[in-house]
T-cell receptor, first 114, second 113 residues
Framework: DSGVTQTPKHLITATGQRVTLRCSPRSGDLSVYWYQQSLDQGLQFLIQYYNGEERAKGNILERFSAQQFPDLHSELNLSSLELGDSALYFC?????????????FGPGTRLTVL | AQSVTQLGSHVSVSEGALVLLRCNYSSSVPPYLFWYVQYPNQGLQLLLKYTSAATLVKGINGFEAEFKKSETSFHLTKPSAHMSDAAEYFCAVSEYNNNDMRFGAGTRLTVKP
């Protein structure tokens, strides 16, 4: 158990819908990262937040957005969902901003878009 | 931008045999390098990391990796494979003050009895 929690574990929805994925980092960790893992794209970095502020953006679509709240939990919002958005979404946390620190991964949310 | 290439999407070894998973990186500055393991239906777990200290890095579960700057490589090895090592392995690279960690495509390791 990494100490990072993600809810829900599974999510099934329809195209065009909007969903919110939630992540709670390890106690004391200030950075939260979001990743998408799919069979065709592999593991893709989406976005990072540090202590409530956006710090880095990866391959995140404009239909996707995220935020980190004062209690440091984070939410990833996916809207106008398409079939291709079906994937595993991972959240990871680390104690500092710099990337030489280990990232601790949550168990993931499996999103299925029908 | 930094990148990682993992050679071989699937590697199969017999139990007790040497495990060698290959990773080559590209970075304009000295990199930080990581190996993660993902067991079925789980998140990624750090095996080991290189952060410019010793070039031979020892990790958990008997794995180790050697940073070779001249070859831009960070291959993962284990002298004797165990059935429990069957999983997907990811190499990743990041750079100092760059928050973007890049992962390789992954190598699926199968261990035959």
């Amino acid at each position: 158990d990494s100490g990072v929690t993600q809810t829900p574990k599974h999510l099934i929805t329809a195209t065009g819908q909007r969903v919110t994925l939630r992540c709670s980092p390890r106690s004391g960790d200030l950075s939260v990262y979001w990743y998408q893992q799919s069979l065709d794209q592999g593991l893709q970095f989406l976005i990072q937040y540090y202590n409530g502020e956006e710090r880095a953006k990866g391959n995140i679509l404009e239909r996707f957005s995220a935020q980190q709240f004062p209690d440091l939990h984070s939410e990833l919002n996916l809207s106008s969902l398409e079939l291709g958005d079906s994937a595993l979404y991972f959240c990871a946390s680390s104690p500092r901003q710099a990337n030489y620190n280990e990232q601790f991964f949550g168990p993931g949310t499996r999103l299925t878009v029908l | 931008a930094q990148s990682v290439t993992q050679l071989g999407s699937h590697v199969s070894v017999s139990e007790g045999a040497l495990v060698l998973l290959r990773c080559n990186y590209s970075s304009s500055v000295p990199p930080y390098l990581f190996w993660y393991v993902q067991y079925p239906n789980q998140g990624l777990q750090l095996l080991l990391k290189y952060t410019s200290a010793a070039t031979l890095v020892k990790g958990i579960n008997g794995f180790e990796a050697e940073f070779k700057k001249s070859e831009t490589s960070f291959h993962l090895t284990k002298p004797s494979a165990h059935m429990s090592d069957a999983a997907e392995y990811f190499c990743a690279v990041s750079e100092y003050n760059n928050n973007d960690m890049r992962f390789g495509a992954g190598t699926r390791l199968t261990v035959k009895p």
